[in-house]
């Protein structure tokens, strides 16, 4: 039975066996393996080299045949031990058999331009595209590259999601660092492009002046913490006796936009306005408090700079020496000396004779008669300082008087009242004070007479007739007259008041004639007598050439400009320090360029493209005749417009530095037309930029 039993499993085994034969032979009858390159089948299903044909992306040639980049050395492989395959060629030269060319264009990857492809790229497959080397948990570039990814940094998007290649090219490129297209214009493929007149140079030249592409510690991605990074080019503006808040805490773009503006200097708005959004409220500042600015401003009766001209009137923005960051100096103790040099900042608009005669009729409506109550304060032992009295932004009552005078730590009523004539007060410091300006038996009858000479007729069709016009500085008197020349003119019934009589430019360019002057100042004043200004005349000669349009002779002469062309060739192949020189502009209220003018400003061009290091200031000054903001126009127009010409004159916008002063900058007095026509000036600065 034993011997029954295990024949019977022999047979049943041998049985199964059989059927496995038989079904994998039916499986390779119904399934043939198709026909392939027998190298191909040795080295990748032979058990050797499987592994190069498992990844996700495979390179072309390990699909087709291994002897497209593969031959063998001539031994017998694989009985022989060593190496006895070689590539057909060196890299980079045998991927360049199928990949275009990757180093012809001016930057090139260093692995490229080493010809190393395999310091990226894996010649068989990868789990990666474009089969690169990199693991899951790793990212390729960092193999080479050093950057810090630290947590507390803040990092650009592409760099953050590893997407390198939206701005550089891995292989070639024709611009710095491989970037796909130049800066700033790579940059504006995500961000929006500014389209403002006037744009921040780094701005307009490569982002990465102020911005790191990768990773950066700062906000915004910034190379440095403001304000560092804008004193990287800037002056520094923090150095002075008193600093503006924003800078002191070094915030910048709270007033400027660091990309670019409609406004110069990138203001974010215009300069009252954008002071009203901090000075709209009270400000605690160390030991002190700022008012509520934007609230004075408000009242019934604004100071006219602060309503009118902006801030920038009296306070430099970012630091000045003297203190609330004023213009000029200004005390601001409550008793102080009574002379000009203390109350700098307001006589730069305000005569400072209304504090420096005991006895006026026309410095001040504030006296009694012609006992002058300014100087009656001021010129004490213990001298009031102008604010005891006067809010410098604005009240509610006229002459900006103040609600209450400091006293001590009181806070005492000034109880002001104007009058027709006059007016009253009662601060609590003296008894009730009365004044009147009324001057008792006073005659007026101001008059002007004057004759108009012309030397040399000769020529002339007829006797030419002058335009004259007399204008006070008040505007409140304006008159012109028609003057034959050589006869004698007379203007009576004048009010009070500086007055200037000015002879027509135009009209003078028109008759080809030349005028010592162009302009007289005379005063009309109250007296029981009554004033005449006589011989007012105005002596004329022929010019032997007409000057039209806007060739009109402001200067600078022939000579001035010999003198700056020789000077400017002293300083060939030399470092220049400091150049600063003056030209004039006669004609009154005048801003056109002569021929001169242009020769002039040219010379100063073909320098500057010569010494590139050069930078070039412009600042315009006026006279002090006519209202503040049309002398800041009129300096900033003279400023402007040479400017503009330089820039004509193929000097880049960022050289130039163009600033209007108005007249808070004379040279002489105004008082006469010879100390009036050095106050119209424009002042050509020339230094090394460091």
Same mark, same amino acid.
């Given at each position: 039975?034993?011997?029954?039993?295990?024949?019977?499993?022999?047979?049943?085994?041998?049985?199964?066996?059989?059927?496995?034969?038989?079904?994998?032979?039916?499986?390779?009858?119904?399934?043939?393996?198709?026909?392939?390159?027998?190298?191909?089948?040795?080295?990748?299903?032979?058990?050797?080299?499987?592994?190069?044909?498992?990844?996700?992306?495979?390179?072309?040639?390990?699909?087709?045949?291994?002897?497209?980049?593969?031959?063998?050395?001539?031994?017998?492989?694989?009985?022989?031990?060593?190496?006895?395959?070689?590539?057909?060629?060196?890299?980079?030269?045998?991927?360049?058999?199928?990949?275009?060319?990757?180093?012809?264009?001016?930057?090139?990857?260093?692995?490229?331009?080493?010809?190393?492809?395999?310091?990226?790229?894996?010649?068989?497959?990868?789990?990666?595209?474009?089969?690169?080397?990199?693991?899951?948990?790793?990212?390729?570039?960092?193999?080479?590259?050093?950057?810090?990814?630290?947590?507390?940094?803040?990092?650009?998007?592409?760099?953050?999601?590893?997407?390198?290649?939206?701005?550089?090219?891995?292989?070639?490129?024709?611009?710095?660092?491989?970037?796909?297209?130049?800066?700033?214009?790579?940059?504006?493929?995500?961000?929006?492009?500014?389209?403002?007149?006037?744009?921040?140079?780094?701005?307009?030249?490569?982002?990465?002046?102020?911005?790191?592409?990768?990773?950066?510690?700062?906000?915004?991605?910034?190379?440095?913490?403001?304000?560092?990074?804008?004193?990287?080019?800037?002056? =520094? +503006?923090?150095?002075?006796?008193?600093? /503006?808040? !924003? $800078?002191?805490?070094?915030? @910048?773009?709270? #007033? &400027?936009? *660091? %990309?670019?503006?409609?406004?110069?200097?990138?203001?974010?708005?215009?300069?009252?306005?954008?002071?009203?959004?901090?000075?709209?409220?009270?400000?605690?500042?160390?030991?002190?408090?700022?008012?509520?600015?934007? =609230? +004075?401003?408000?009242?019934?009766?604004? /100071?006219? !700079? $602060?309503?009118?001209?902006? @801030?920038?009137? #009296? &306070?430099? *923005? %970012?630091?000045?020496?003297?203190?609330?960051?004023?213009?000029?100096?200004?005390?601001?103790?409550?008793?102080?000396?009574?002379?000009?040099?203390?109350?700098?900042?307001?006589?730069?608009?305000?005569?400072?004779?209304?504090?420096?005669?005991?006895?006026?009729?026309?410095?001040?409506?504030?006296?009694?008669?012609?006992?002058?109550? &300014?100087?009656? %304060?001021?010129?004490?032992?213990?001298?009031?300082?102008?604010?005891?009295?006067?809010?410098?932004?604005?009240?509610?009552?006229?002459?900006?008087?103040?609600?209450?005078?400091?006293?001590?730590?009181?806070?005492?009523?000034?109880?002001?009242?104007?009058?027709?004539?006059?007016?009253?007060?009662?601060?609590?410091?003296?008894?009730?004070?009365?004044?009147?300006?009324?001057?008792?038996?006073?005659?007026?009858?101001?008059?002007?007479?004057?004759?108009?000479?012309?030397?040399?007729?000769?020529?002339?069709?007829?006797?030419?007739?002058?335009?004259?016009?007399?204008?006070?500085?008040?505007?409140?008197?304006d008159k012109t007259l028609s003057i034959k020349a050589g006869s004698e003119f007379e203007l009576g019934d004048i009010p009070p008041g500086d007055y200037?009589?000015?002879?027509?430019?135009?009209?003078?360019?028109?008759?080809?004639?030349?005028?010592?002057?162009?302009?007289?100042?005379?005063?009309?004043?109250?007296?029981?007598?009554?004033?005449?200004?006589?011989?007012?005349?105005?002596?004329?000669?022929?010019?032997?050439?007409?000057?039209?349009?806007?060739?009109?002779?402001?200067?600078?002469?022939?000579?001035?400009?010999?003198?700056?062309?020789?000077?400017?060739?002293?300083?060939?192949?030399?470092?220049?320090?400091?150049?600063?020189?003056?030209?004039?502009?006669?004609?009154?209220?005048?801003?056109?360029?002569?021929?001169?003018?242009?020769?002039?400003?040219?010379?100063?061009?073909?320098?500057?493209?010569?010494?590139?290091?050069?930078?070039?200031?412009?600042?315009?000054?006026?006279?002090?005749?006519?209202?503040?903001?049309?002398?800041?126009?009129?300096?900033?127009?003279?400023?402007?417009?040479?400017?503009?010409?330089?820039?004509?004159?193929?000097?880049?916008?960022?050289?130039?530095?163009?600033?209007?002063?108005?007249?808070?900058?004379?040279?002489?007095?105004?008082?006469?037309?010879?100390?009036?026509?050095?106050?119209?000036?424009?002042?050509?600065?020339?230094?090394?930029?460091?």
């Amino acid at each position: 039975m034993i011997k029954r039993a295990l024949i019977l499993i022999l047979v049943l085994i041998g049985i199964g066996i059989g059927i496995v034969i038989g079904i994998a032979s039916l499986a390779i009858l119904a399934f043939p393996k198709p026909q392939e390159d027998s190298e191909e089948l040795s080295c990748t299903l032979s058990g050797c080299h499987e592994d190069y044909i498992k990844y996700k992306v495979l390179h072309s040639p390990s699909q087709d045949d291994c002897t497209n980049c593969h031959e063998a050395s001539g031994s017998q492989h694989p009985a022989t031990p060593g190496n006895e395959f070689a590539l057909t060629s060196a890299q980079p030269e045998l991927c360049y058999d199928c990949h275009d060319p990757k180093n012809e264009k001016k930057v090139v990857h260093a692995p490229v331009s080493d010809g190393d492809c395999t310091t990226c790229h894996s010649p068989h497959g990868s789990s990666q595209n474009f089969m690169l080397l990199q693991a899951d948990d790793e990212f390729l570039c960092y193999n080479c590259h050093d950057f810090d990814t630290s947590k507390k940094n803040r990092k650009h998007s592409p760099f953050e999601e590893k997407e390198c290649m939206n701005c550089h090219n891995p292989h070639q490129s024709d611009n710095a660092s491989l970037l796909n297209l130049p800066s700033p214009d790579l940059c504006f493929e995500c961000h929006d492009k500014l389209e403002q007149e006037n744009l921040h140079p780094p701005y307009e030249e490569d982002c990465i002046n102020c911005h790191n592409p990768h990773t950066s510690p700062v906000e915004f991605l910034l190379n440095e913490h403001q304000p560092e990074l804008c004193y990287e080019c800037h002056d =520094r +503006k923090d150095e002075q006796k008193v600093v /503006h808040g !924003p $800078v002191l805490e070094g915030k @910048c773009t709270l #007033c &400027h936009n *660091p %990309h670019g503006a409609d406004r110069e200097n990138f203001l974010t708005n215009d300069d009252t306005k954008m002071c009203l959004n901090c000075h709209r409220r009270t400000i605690k500042v160390k030991d002190r408090k700022i008012p509520n600015i934007k =609230r +004075k401003m408000s009242r019934k009766y604004p /100071h006219d !700079p $602060v309503e009118n001209d902006g @801030c920038l009137t #009296c &306070h430099f *923005p %970012h630091g000045s020496e003297y203190s609330n960051l004023l213009n000029a100096k200004f005390e601001t103790t409550s008793y102080v000396l009574g002379a000009e040099q203390s109350f700098e900042l307001c006589f730069g608009c305000h005569d400072s004779e209304m504090f420096e005669k005991d006895s006026t009729s026309t410095a001040t409506n504030f006296r009694d008669q012609t006992r002058n109550l &300014h100087y009656l %304060h001021i010129n004490l032992n213990k001298a009031r300082n102008c604010i005891l009295c006067h809010d410098v932004h604005g009240s509610d009552s006229p002459y900006l008087i103040r609600d209450e005078v400091t006293f001590g730590k009181w806070q005492l009523p000034i109880n002001y009242t104007a009058s027709d004539n006059g007016g009253s007060c009662f601060p609590g410091c003296h008894a009730r004070k009365d004044y009147n300006q009324y001057i008792a038996k006073v005659f007026v009858d101001g008059s002007i007479k004057g004759i108009i000479n012309i030397t040399d007729t000769k020529g002339m069709p007829e006797v030419p007739t002058i335009t004259i016009r007399i204008r006070n500085t008040k505007k409140t008197f304006d008159k012109t007259l028609s003057i034959k020349a050589g006869s004698e003119f007379e203007l009576g019934d004048i009010p009070p008041g500086d007055y200037m009589a000015m002879l027509d430019q135009a009209q003078i360019n028109d008759l080809q004639l030349m005028a010592n002057t162009l302009n007289r100042v005379f005063t009309i004043k109250k007296s029981t007598i009554g004033d005449l200004v006589e011989n007012l005349n105005f002596e004329l000669k022929p010019v032997p050439i007409a000057v039209k349009g806007d060739e009109i002779d402001n200067l600078p002469d022939p000579e001035g400009l010999a003198e700056m062309i020789a000077d400017l060739k002293q300083y060939k192949n030399k470092t220049l320090k400091n150049y600063t020189k003056s030209f004039y502009f006669k004609p009154f209220r005048s801003a056109a360029l002569s021929n001169e003018a242009k020769k002039y400003l040219k010379t100063i061009a073909e320098f500057m493209k010569k010494n590139p290091k050069t930078e070039i200031g412009i600042i315009g000054h006026t006279d002090n005749f006519g209202a503040l903001m049309e002398n800041q126009s009129l300096s900033d127009k003279r400023a402007k417009i040479i400017l503009d010409y330089m820039i004509e004159n193929g000097i880049a916008k960022s050289r130039l530095h163009q600033r209007g002063l108005g007249a808070r900058s004379p040279v002489a007095s105004n008082d006469t037309p010879e100390g009036s026509n050095k106050n119209n000036r424009v002042e050509i600065r020339l230094f090394e930029a460091e």
